[in-house]
């Protein structure tokens, strides 16, 4: 953490007030009204490589550091890009051995610091990945953008991650649900979701009308900008290289199904809309798909960006830039406010992420597997403690 964080190591026991004790001892699992156990089940890496890196082994249960910290015991995580992109290392990233890995996950709240305020012992919560000092007073921070404060970070990337029985977070890092989302909905939720709010809603600002054409529809970000865009009323454009996975997209909303293998997708969505094109790309292949993205863009155009999956570097004209004024953004995770917005919608049901597939924990290496495939439709989810895992 950064300078000007007080270092506060509470007496664990006197953090959980007995009024909060949960009703009900969880199957299988500690309650916090009885002793947490020292050590916990995890998935770690201790040097960066391929699979055979991944371990299911046993570390110590992490202790809430701050007054104002929460702890989760966690149900299921899923997985993400970022998660490869950690397995494999990323330049000046740095990982200690037993490294618990995971962005993303949802749980059962354990512990509660001495200043969490409007959370409780037994309460089920989604976890938001992105984590900064909240002592922080950077203008980023005073204007509550915390995804772009020097000091933010990562779950699973700058700190130990959420595929382990217990993480440690901020009280501003998880939003509760409703007992009617199962973990596994609720793990595959945020990170994808809370990436493609901010890219569709804050970003772009996406309404009820335009054209969107979202790249690689399968994966969480672009399925979740799919469904986003539909709340909004968008009239949205899809690609893949794959038929099954159009269809299936046809049935979460998607108005056009472009098969990128039957010709250059942006420029099929050009001609259909008789050379107007679109009023905004969501693209985070980068260098594969940013020559047709930009084909695609029509006057006023908005492409956002949140990442570069086939490789970073992309070519722009800018005569074609400013002739048709379009805006080219980037965007990254999302801020307390945004982070809010999608659980409003998670516990309203109105958005649910599609899961491709569910392994336990002992079976995480598997889970990797599934995500480098590329064949999944929707969310690759751990269960990590519970029924199942
Ligand atoms: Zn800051």
Not at 243 to 258: E, I, M
Request: a neutral charge; charged letters at 20%.
């Amino acid at each position: 953490m950064r300078g000007g964080c007080v270092e506060y190591r509470p007496r664990y026991a006197s953090q959980v007030s007995p009024g909060h004790a949960p009703a009900v001892t969880l199957t299988g699992m500690t309650s916090a009204s009885s002793a947490t156990p020292s050590r916990m089940r995890a998935l770690t890496i201790s040097a960066h490589g391929d699979l055979s890196q991944l371990n299911y082994s046993e570390v110590p249960v992490p202790e809430l550091v701050q007054p104002g910290d929460v702890r989760v015991n966690i149900r299921a995580a899923a997985l993400n890009r970022l998660d490869l992109w950690v397995l494999g290392g990323i330049p000046g990233i740095s990982i200690t051995p037993d490294w618990v890995v995971g962005s993303d996950g949802a749980g059962v709240i354990d512990a509660v610091g001495a200043n969490v305020t409007g959370l409780r012992v037994g309460q089920r919560v989604i976890i938001n990945p992105g984590v900064v000092d909240r002592a922080c007073t950077c203008e980023y921070c005073r204007d509550g953008d915390q995804p772009l404060c020097l000091g933010y970070g990562v779950l699973g990337e700058h700190r130990h991650g959420t595929m382990a029985e217990y993480v440690v977070v901020p009280q501003e890092n998880v939003q509760p649900i409703g007992d009617e989302v199962p973990f596994e909905t609720a793990a595959a939720f945020p990170l994808a979701t809370l990436t493609a709010w901010r890219m569709v809603v804050t970003r772009a600002q996406v309404k009820a009308g335009d054209d969107v054409l979202i790249w690689g529809i399968g994966g969480g970000v672009a399925l979740a900008a799919l469904q986003i865009c539909k709340l909004l009323g968008a009239n949205v454009w899809v690609t893949s290289g794959s038929d099954d996975k159009l269809a299936r997209a046809k049935t979460l909303g998607a108005d056009h199904l472009l098969n990128h293998r039957a010709g250059d997708a942006g420029k099929q969505a050009r001609l259909a809309t008789n050379k107007r094109g679109m009023d905004v790309v969501i693209d985070s292949v980068g260098e594969a798909t940013w020559a047709q993205s930009l084909v695609a863009l029509g006057k006023r155009g908005r492409l956002v960006t949140c990442g570069g999956t086939s490789g970073p570097m992309v070519q722009t004209d800018v005569r074609r830039m400013f002739w048709n004024q379009w805006t080219l953004m980037g965007s990254t995770m999302g801020n307390d406010a945004e982070f809010a917005a999608i659980a409003e919608q998670l516990r309203a049901g109105r958005l649910l992420p599609p899961v491709d597939s569910v392994y336990p924990l002992q079976r995480g290496r598997d889970a990797y597997a599934r995500l480098m495939t590329g064949e999944q439709f929707g969310k690759v989810v751990v269960r990590v403690s519970g029924e199942g895992a």
